[in-house]
């Protein structure tokens, strides 16, 4: 099976920062792995924020983090 990951979706999950709460204003990647654990014992929330907060949660599982600080870096907003 290949993979192959939107180019787009990835540069905007880099980008994208915490609409609410404690976190207000950092970056999702940014985000305690525990906050994100939470979440997904809760429940994520629905629309894109609970997507990308999903996807957020699989890289820090996996890590993966050094993809999204070098998409920070190479594709600035």
């Known amino acids: 099976m290949e993979i192959n990951p939107d180019k787009q979706k990835l540069i905007e999950l880099a980008h994208y920062r915490m609409p609410f709460g404690k976190y ?15 979440f997904q014992q809760k429940g994520f929330p629905d629309g894109k924020l609970g997507d ?15 993809i999204i600080r070098k998409i920070q870096k190479h594709f600035p907003r």
Not at 57 to 66: A, P, T
Request: net charge neutral; proline share 7%; glycine share 6%.
């Open 52 to 66: 990308l907060l999903k996807s957020t949660l699989e890289i820090r599982i996996n890590g993966l983090e050094s």
């Open 24 to 38: 207000k204003g950092r970056c999702l990647i940014d985000l305690p792995e525990p906050y994100l654990i939470w």
